[in-house]
């Protein structure tokens, strides 16, 4: 039923609530049907379990590589669920993270993927093996509620454990924005933990102050970010704080950027991907009732009819900066500044050894397309939980789907560099450089939305792109490379300065023009590109901007300058159609 009057309509739109919407509004406070459905000995949940069971952090996926055999031999798809934790800024104990090392090989697919979200995610859990995972992750003192679902996400935060003042400042305010904006519920515990439901138990006995019984119309993404270190692509955020110093090092408050998203569908041009705009700057103790009010706006005003157009951009674009602005003004008892410009720096990826500033190092160290695995020529699996296991450092995950150890000693930096170098892997200076800033989502076989491949290709693409590069007297260039395989943007490719869309099988729309900072949209250059054409295409871009740069302009930025039209004017790439353009 509708939040605001309890109809079958969204709120002032006169249209019937989506599907979703309607499996919200009867789910009981996230309870729904499925503690129930978790004691039926099949292999799948109900379609209206499926939709509550993403707000526990589970998406109910099948191997699609099995689905052809299935099929020819008359039997169901082989079904599967995938659990992402909600682990606020990344930061997890040695503790957590071999918890789900323990998990990944029990219960899972002996892999552990860490998302671009600083979240943990495991595949190819059972049905019938879903409780005692969670189980397991809650005895490392995570959560799995708001890994998914139309909630607050996973806030992100710079996972750099550089003691310095601004970063200690910032600690509580996530802490505290995590709290604030988590879903208020006893269904999580009823249903994985403590094994017992109360019979009597309803969402009017837990009335939920932020999400009401219909939580918001999608999901909603909160980043938070120093300025000057953009590595959690904050503009990417419905909800970005960026944070201010101020006189000795500490915070001195948050710029505010609202309206950031990327999921889009293919030949739909009313949907695109859009970067956060300057909303206005608030203090220190303001920013939890700012974002509060942001999200309850979203909440009473959002698109609950169509989910493709519910995301918070969308409402901006549609009603406006300043509309939005006033909506948001009328819930708060302090008033928002006037915003001032950001400064970036060239984003830092964190890997290699750093001090920490009190005397300990970190190491961050590679995981290609956060996919932490065992192979016969890279056991990164293996080495790190040796490392965790014997050294009990911090562990902090990243947005570029990397890992950061922390709180080493400097006696322990020859034997863990040791133990890496065993199992055969790189350290962050023998990477190449296209290598180590290259991202994709994981796509074939597990997501549904996938429409071509994307982290089991671009390992490959990636290695061909990085030899171009050689040849080219580029290889030690920063230029970003990321691919999704579909439209939604999951590795935040229209923040690229060259990014890899999938179309269908073997297919992929290439945009160029972002910048490294990731404050700009790149541009679609051309459609519908075969992968193994997608180096030959970029030869000539690459090689001209080889010649043609100024000092210090990065790929993305000349792209930009020159113009992606005249780009591919020049070199003769495909035109672009444009029913299937995306917006600026």
Known sequence: MCATCGCHEAPDSGTPLSKVEVFKGQSRGLRGTVAEELAEPTPVFSDGAVQVLKFHGIYQQDDRDRRKEARSRGLDKHHQMMVRTRIPGGVASAAAYLAH????????????????????????????????????????????????????????????????????????????LAAALA??????????????????????????????????????KTGLAPEGDNCIDVYANDLGLVARRGPGGGLAGFEILVGGGFGRTNHKPDTFPSVAQPLGFVLPDQVTKLALAVVTVFRDQGNRSDRRHARLKYLIHERGLDWFKARVDALLDFPIQPSTPLKWERIDDHLGWHEQGDGHFFLGIFVENGRIADTAEHRLRSALRKIVDGFQPGVRLTAQQNLILTDLTAESRDRIDAILAAHGVLAADQLPSALRTSMACPAWPTCGLAVAESERVMPQLIRRLSQLLTELGLAQEQISFRMTGCPNGCARPYLGDVGFVGTTLGKYDVFLGGDFEGTRLNELYTTNVSLEDIPDLLRAPLEAFSHDREASEGFGQWCHRLGVDA??????????????????
């Open 183 to 220: 879903p208020v519920t006893h269904a999580y515990h009823e249903i994985w933990l403590d094994g017992e439901l109360a019979c009597s138990s309803g969402p009017d006995l837990e009335p939920d102050p932020l999400y009401g019984s219909q939580y918001l119309p999608r999901k909603f």
């Open 567 to 584: 780009l591919r004017e020049r070199f003769g790439a495909q035109p672009v159609p444009v029913a299937g353009a995306v917006p600026a």
């Open 101 to 176: 090392d323990h998990i990944a090989e029990v219960w899972g697919n002996s892999t552990m993927r860490i998302t671009t979200r600083q979240d943990f995610q495991l595949h190819a859990v059972l049905k019938s093996d879903l409780k005692r995972a969670i189980q397991a992750i809650n005895a490392g003192l995570l959560t799995t509620l708001g890994g998914c679902g139309d909630q607050e996400r996973n806030i992100m935060s710079c996972p750099s454990p550089h003691r310095d003042r601004l970063r200690e400042d910032l600690a509580p305010v996530l802490d505290g």
